[in-house]
């Protein structure tokens, strides 16, 4: 049995992390890290009573790397960066769920956190882990930046289209819709419940997420073309679900049936990645607490638009799924254990 | 036009105060107080934007009252009682939302408050402001203690039968089911979004809460009776609305029919009580943004059983809808302006 | 008072009309019509309980006319235009809520809606009742053809940049989310409760919904340009509301300032159109059950990019307010009354 | 592997059974009907979409039978008992989901559900499928009668209090809430999102369910006396999840200590039923999508009244995870695979 520990408890990635690997066949939770009192599970999350029997606590990454093979940080980012060298000086493997080691030019990484990063040697070693691209690098890697929520519905969107170079690469327009378990779980009067279920949908950040330089990095590499997405998030009230629509203007004849043979293509053999029939489109309640990935797209060839739909469950795909997606390939389990 | 002051205008009641006075053609609404830094009403509330140009700030009771001739207490129990006095005593009129003058009997109020009260002298004058129980006091009233909202569901589901004695006074259970307002607007994390639209519907303060001692001083009232209800309160996952389920034991043989009867009859003239048709039952949505209580019941004779369910909005109704009732008993308006 | 009939009392739109027009000082309610057994409007709408004393009932055109001056038809397409012709030539006005006089061009309606329509004379006669546009048109129109929820919403947000000629119309790209309410009342699978509220969010219709034809219209109208968007409405898990992000190209150099400016100017005495202050941007609560469009805007002048952004609520400025703000026009009453 | 098939697979058991059978390790489903026009798993639930391919379609239960060892009946009461015999008859394990083998006495089925019983003899040898009280008998039984949801929640709630005999049974109140799945999948206006996501809470059919002969008759089985409950069922405006609040007057001195201790040992070794600690009350929530049944409780000596509260997801331990947990003891699995 692998040993995993999981820092950043306490929090919406760590929760469903502790619900997928508590039903992965192949590991055993050793570890609960949290900057909280020291709480049995139990307390902190009642659905997990006589289910797992550990406590949680403020444990030093020096003491969860003990009793760990591997270790999740869904930390904030900036804690994330304080506590992975440790674990990876100590020949731990450790899945990063937030943004520190995602960008590879530290420099656009300070600027978008505004924070001086702090091991940035790291950052070469780090593998963006998306698998369905960097599915080779995950298998060796030893650290993994696991992507963002936002990031995930839109690179697997824009992908195949990319990589062909079917896209006018200067006007590529995002427009995502995420549920409120993506902001997090501080407390605010903005994130109460009777603020957001009183028919309240509402974009914000646009063009100034800080998801945007972690797409733009990696669409830039999928089209070999410096490109700057417009980005535009908001926020729907709903649990959990990011649906991206993005609209690409193409620079090629194509009709929604041959779009679709090309993500066909790209994506074969993924699991996770479900391309819809022509005339299908994605719902983010098909996805919801499964690693999906659902893509549809409609192609208007008399305008040269292509409008790609997708869906995941921001928890999983979009976080703590994802991760261990990664874990799986790491490691050489099945895929899609505990998934 | 009559002046009114709003204090604790940051609140859920506060902002149903707002709502209610601004569309209330008697009255101009002239101080908007809270606890908070100064800021325009449009910037705390964007839905009043171009409606209301005011701004909300830290005013004292003495400066909220300089400009005010009638001024309502949308504040925390113990707040309350630290204005009210000052107010009333340069002639004003109150009209308070808190618990603090609602007991008359000071010991009990201090035991379920935990505090002890400043102005004792001011219980005797205050008027529990239930216009179906109390109009004729509140015409002349200057301090108005506005009932809670889970004590109005069930002192107006209760009144007809106990008032009729027909009621085994020492077993009555009160299973109430609240809206999410009712728990206030302070950010805590049980009250965010996502901990509640996942399916959340829960007891609390089983026996236990603070609206308990209101209950049973009204309903032994109308019983002429010493009355100890059994309560339990429930957090349903929606924004408003209250629904109490009661459950009286009767001492005299009837029928759903006659009991109907009995209600139309002691709440004839009430336009805001409505006693629904034999085989209806209220529904919160039926009451909701408005200022009716909504009253269905069904009798069981051969288990000497009566379910009287009652629905309301506890804003509305329960709160803010009712003080502005009373305000306009107390100024000889029309009852429904505004409402 | 002004006798006004509700032909299609029974959907969204003819029960929001009810509420609202409850509420005018200036009107009275004298019919009630919609395909359906007789019932009265408390046993169709238990909120109106006490409040209106009306039967609902199957009414022919020629029986609602003969006890209103002015009838509201809120009523399917086709089915308006069946009835239109019959007020008219009686004299009385007519507020249609359906699709059946918006489009100008008689082939575009037919192919869009698939069938003939029937009386094409009163295309030309019929006034588009959008006020911040055709507000003096409407004051002396006899028959007002009410725009579309998508559309309110879209051609507030185009209007000024394209009436100042500032926008590459040939790439316009809508992105618009609707609450549930704007799907109609008629029971199906896809729209119950357990369907939506697991976490639902999902596209359809991209550039084939029937409002196309209509924003396409007026947006061209406006530019004086042939303009042809992309538009992809989505369904939001929340009963009413729409806001639409809007993604126009531009032709000229502008920043968020100048071009709120530029708004502000357009919407100059215009109550119900509320442009944001820069940094601040619509949320479909603020304006939920009330008139108000609230305009949000960022500019990205390196990207030449406009993001506009606007929300309204699709049964109130959508639908059933503007009917009421269209009236209020038509009979010189103070354009605000009961909104 | 097991072969199981599911009739009724397009309703929400029929759902939920599809969702816990395709994680089971020791199953295969082999056939999924319904009475629909023949359609791929994956277009009827696009969920399922790469995880399974079978048609579902109208199948006979001969049909069904053939290719499977169990087979689940997810049907309307009246349909199950047309198939349940047949499959019997060829030596097929039924784990039927409707009410037509519940209920032991003929008469009071007939009354209740207003049709003829068609197999009688086949009440007796029917085990009602509730582990906690029946696993002997499920071990080796042919026919489960799977409980009704409600009675699942009040059956587990009363049990130790009643087998202890330390309850007055003459005057048991229920008042028990649940989700808006519990109401099935028909399509009807009542059950649309916009008519329960508007602040809707009710109760419906008081003392008038059908699931009361069930709650009487294991009521009454437990005590040993006639049990005649009240119960009230309201409904939630949430997918899932059953809350009962149970009132009981003791006929015992009694603390909530005690009274916590009679349950846990009661429920000994039983892996889905948790006791909560004292002052620890049950959510929907943590059992939502889980075959657990939380139980939290209050005693006030003083009164005399205990107050049980029960949580249960209304699809799982109500009705699907129970339905496998009987599998799991019928064919001698470990009791949780799967759930």
Same mark, same amino acid.
């Given at each position: 049995?692998?040993?995993?520990?999981?820092?950043?408890?306490?929090?919406?990635?760590?929760?469903?992390?502790?619900?997928?690997?508590?039903?992965?066949?192949?590991?055993?939770?050793?570890?609960?890290?949290?900057?909280?009192?020291?709480?049995?599970?139990?307390?902190?999350?009642?659905?997990?009573?006589?289910?797992?029997?550990?406590?949680?606590? %403020?444990?030093?990454?020096?003491?969860?790397?003990?009793?760990?093979?591997?270790?999740?940080?869904?930390?904030?980012?900036?804690?994330?960066?304080?506590?992975?060298?440790?674990?990876?000086?100590?020949?731990?493997?450790?899945? %990063? @769920?937030?943004?520190?080691?995602?960008?590879?030019?530290?420099?656009?990484?300070?600027?978008?956190?505004?924070?001086?990063?702090?091991?940035?040697?790291?950052?070469?070693?780090?593998?963006?882990?998306?698998?369905?691209?960097?599915?080779? #690098?995950?298998?060796?890697?030893?650290?993994?930046?696991?992507?963002?929520?936002?990031?995930?519905?839109?690179?697997?969107?824009?992908?195949?289209?990319?990589?062909?170079?079917?896209? %006018?690469?200067?006007?590529?327009?995002?427009?995502?819709?995420?549920?409120?378990?993506?902001?997090?779980?501080?407390?605010?009067?903005?994130?109460?419940?009777?603020?957001?279920?009183?028919?309240?949908?509402?974009?914000?950040?646009?063009?100034?997420?800080?998801?945007?330089?972690?797409?733009?990095?990696?669409?830039?590499?999928?089209?070999?073309?410096?490109?700057?997405?417009?980005?535009?998030?908001?926020?729907?009230?709903?649990?959990?679900?990011?649906?991206?629509?993005?609209?690409?203007? @193409?620079?090629?004849?194509?009709?929604?049936?041959?779009?679709?043979?090309?993500?066909?293509?790209?994506?074969?053999? #993924?699991?996770?990645?479900?391309?819809? #029939?022509?005339?299908?489109?994605?719902?983010?309640?098909?996805?919801?607490?499964?690693?999906?990935?659902?893509?549809?797209?409609?192609?208007?060839? #008399?305008?040269?638009?292509?409008?790609?739909?997708?869906?995941?469950?921001?928890?999983?795909?979009?976080?703590?799924?994802?991760?261990?997606?990664?874990?799986?390939?790491?490691?050489?389990?099945?895929?899609?254990?505990? @998934?």
């Amino acid at each position: 049995m692998l040993k995993v520990g999981i820092m950043g408890s306490s929090g919406f990635a760590g929760e469903e992390l502790i619900k997928i690997l508590f039903r992965h066949p192949e590991v055993k939770i050793t570890a609960l890290a949290a900057k909280i009192e020291k709480i049995h599970v139990s307390k902190m999350y009642p659905w997990a009573k006589v289910m797992l029997d550990l406590d949680c606590f %403020d444990m030093s990454a020096d003491d969860v790397g003990k009793i760990s093979d591997v270790v999740f940080l869904a930390l904030p980012h900036k804690v994330s960066m304080d506590f992975a060298p440790a674990l990876l000086k100590k020949g731990k493997k450790v899945i %990063d @769920l937030s943004a520190d080691f995602r960008i590879k030019d530290k420099a656009v990484y300070e600027k978008w956190y505004e924070i001086k990063h702090e091991c940035p040697d790291y950052l070469k070693k780090a593998v963006y882990g998306l698998p369905e691209l960097y599915r080779k #690098e995950i298998k060796t890697a030893d650290l993994i930046a696991n992507p963002g929520c936002y990031p995930t519905s839109i690179i697997l969107g824009c992908g195949p289209l990319l990589k062909n170079k079917m896209v %006018d690469t200067n006007y590529i327009i995002c427009d995502s819709k995420s549920g409120v378990s993506g902001a997090g779980r501080t407390p605010t009067q903005a994130l109460m419940f009777t603020e957001i279920a009183v028919n309240s949908f509402r974009p914000y950040k646009v063009n100034f997420h800080r998801h945007m330089p972690e797409i733009d990095q990696e669409l830039s590499n999928l089209a070999d073309a410096k490109i700057g997405v417009n980005f535009t998030p908001h926020l729907v009230p709903m649990e959990r679900g990011i649906l991206s629509t993005i609209y690409l203007k @193409l620079n090629k004849k194509l009709n929604t049936k041959e779009a679709l043979n090309i993500y066909k293509d790209f994506y074969k053999g #993924e699991y996770f990645v479900r391309v819809l #029939e022509e005339g299908v489109l994605p719902d983010t309640k098909n996805v919801a607490r499964s690693n999906f990935c659902d893509i549809g797209m409609q192609i208007f060839p #008399e305008k040269s638009l292509a409008v790609v739909m997708t869906a995941i469950d921001n928890l999983v795909k979009g976080a703590s799924g994802q991760a261990v997606q990664n874990m799986n390939i790491m490691y050489g389990f099945s895929e899609k254990l505990g @998934l």
